[in-house]
């Protein structure tokens, strides 16, 4: 299983805000940033969020990350069917000599 | 605009070892902002970053996979590559290579260095 915990799937209606949250421990969340990436499908993995809440040029305000303590959530704000994709959160893991650790993934499906 | 693309066999043995290689385009391998890694996805799973190098030729790897694991850089072509050894049927994944943003960080402190633009990725199946 994957160090990051992230619930498997979420769902919305056009227009809603929905958040995906991502769980991890004192040696990656609580100690590094988080970074999010969304994976349409058949697609390469393209980052979102990075150092916790900057978004890349070209990414949307409608997206929004933030990070309390040991977890980390992304927000999606005014959905819209392309916003239908997996995403996953990531940090580096201070344990053992350091190493990127990934949640396992959230299915986001728009209604 | 950075791009990368991956390519290598797509198809390995088993026990043998699987080498990819990433090009680089719209910019410099040699560029100090950067490093560069490789991350894998077994089907219908997650995201497994297996290592990064920079252009300087310093790596660090996935205690997980470091045994087997051996990426390279060659300035000369904009490349840098991946060699994975002892494979099995576990290794079956998409591969994919990317450039690490890190600004102006000091590339000593290399887990400042995020996984930012993404190859398309390549499929690898290992199978006899």
């Known amino acids: ?111 | 605009q950075l791009q990368l693309q991956e390519s290598g066999p797509g198809l390995v043995k088993p026990s043998e070892t699987l080498s990819l290689t990433c090009t680089v385009s719209g910019g410099s391998i040699s560029s100090s902002s950067y490093y560069w890694g490789w991350i894998r996805q077994p089907p219908g799973k997650g995201l497994e970053w297996i290592g990064s190098i920079y252009y300087s030729g310093s790596t660090y790897y996935n205690p997980s996979l470091k045994s087997r694991v051996t990426i390279s850089v060659d300035t000369s072509k904009n490349q840098f590559s991946l060699k994975l050894s002892s494979v099995t049927a576990a290794d079956t994944a998409v591969y994919y290579c990317a450039s690490l943003e890190g600004g102006n960080y000091d590339p000593n402190y290399y887990y400042y260095y995020y996984m930012d633009v993404w190859g398309k990725g390549t499929t690898v199946t290992v199978s006899s």
């Not at chain 1, 697609?43 to 980390?72: H, M, W």
């Not at chain 1, 350091?98 to 959230?106: E, I, Q, S």
């Open chain 1, 1 to 111: 299983q994957s160090v990051l915990t992230q619930p498997p799937s979420a769902s919305g209606t056009p227009g809603q805000r929905v958040t995906i949250s991502c769980s991890g421990s004192s040696s990656n969340i609580g100690s590094n940033y988080v970074y999010w990436y969304q994976q349409l499908p058949g697609t390469a993995p393209k980052l979102l969020i990075y150092r916790n809440n900057q978004r890349p040029s070209g990414v949307p305000d409608r997206f929004s990350g933030s990070k309390s303590g040991t977890s980390a959530s992304l927000a999606i704000s005014g959905l819209r069917s392309e916003d239908e994709a997996d995403y996953y959160c990531a940090a580096w893991d201070d344990s053992l000599s350091g190493f990127w650790v990934f949640g396992g993934g959230t299915k986001l499906t728009v209604l």
